[in-house]
Nanobody, 119 residues
Framework: QVQLVESGGGLVQPGGSLRLSCAAS????????MGWYRQAPGKQHELVAS???????NYADSVKARFTISRDNTKNTVYLQMNSLKPEDTGVYYC?????????????WGQGTQVTVSS
């Protein structure tokens, strides 16, 4: 099992910044990718950003040039720096870890952290 502990959510005004962190522990070998998803009110669960063990990143079009995902492999931690936040970025953000072991794919999820962008 992999345990994920998220932090960094909160209330911020439009144009502001937040930094989310997610620390992984437990069975942390064979982690292929880490990422962030969000669930906005009335909308589907969507990928925000992901990063592979090799550092390849992927972003939703709506957050490109505003959000930056990074990871510290020595700390098994993934970060999401969110700048120029907009009200439509509001939602619950979930950390995700994807690992592959002996050809079997596993997905693990954090408990979620609320991000609210409002004046």
């Amino acid at each position: 099992q992999v345990q994920l502990v998220e932090s960094g959510g909160g209330l911020v005004q439009p144009g502001g910044s937040l930094r989310l962190s997610c620390a992984a522990s437990g069975i942390i070998f064979s982690i292929n990718a880490m990422g962030w998803y969000r669930q906005a009110p009335g909308k589907q669960h969507e990928l925000v950003a992901s990063i592979t063990s090799g550092g390849t990143t992927n972003y939703a079009d709506s957050v490109k040039a505003r959000f930056t995902i990074s990871r510290d492999n020595t700390k098994n931690t993934v970060y999401l720096q969110m700048n120029s936040l907009k009200p439509e970025d509001t939602g619950v953000y979930y950390c995700n870890v994807h690992r592959v072991s002996r050809g079997v794919h596993y997905d693990y999820w954090g408990q979620g952290t609320q991000v609210t962008v409002s004046s």
